[in-house]
């Protein structure tokens, strides 16, 4: 049904855009909302593209890209402002994967994860 790699939503510091996959329009507007925040507020502190991306298991997995050359990309930051999203966000991004999961791959949900 989906290709291998699905993405939700990503931010860039080069075009100052943020992007939100139509697919996921039935988000609530909360959790879309806040999805922003994250994602822009990421690279208005570290700089580069931050995109969260579904592998084909339904996993939702942060990934950072920035221009070769970009003397403004802070990298350690970048490493630690994952983990700080990571652990801050981490009810948020797993009920994505569940929402994803469920209502893209067709997984039942038992409630036990």
Same mark, same amino acid.
């Given at each position: 049904?989906? /290709? &291998? $790699? ?5 931010? *860039? +510091?080069?075009? $100052? ?29 570290? !700089? ?12 939702? &997995?942060?990934?950072?890209? *920035?221009?070769? !050359?970009?003397?403004?990309?802070? =990298?350690?930051? *970048? ?6 999203? /990571?652990?801050?966000? $981490?009810?948020?991004?797993? +009920? ?10 067709? &997984?039942?949900?038992?409630? =036990?994860?």
């Amino acid at each position: 049904m989906y /290709q &291998e $790699r699905v993405v939700l939503c990503g931010s *860039s +510091a080069y075009e $100052r855009k943020y992007y939100l996959n139509e697919d996921f329009n039935g988000l609530p507007e909360q959790v879309k909302q806040e999805l922003q925040i994250m994602c822009v507020l990421y690279t208005e502190e570290v !700089g580069g593209i931050l995109t969260l991306v579904y592998d084909d298991d339904g996993n939702l &997995e942060l990934e950072v890209t *920035s221009d070769e !050359g970009d003397l403004l990309f802070d =990298e350690i930051g *970048s490493v630690l402002k994952i983990k700080e999203i /990571q652990q801050n966000k $981490r009810e948020l991004l797993e +009920a994505l994967e569940i929402y994803y999961k469920v209502f893209f791959l067709g &997984e039942e949900f038992d409630g =036990e994860e």
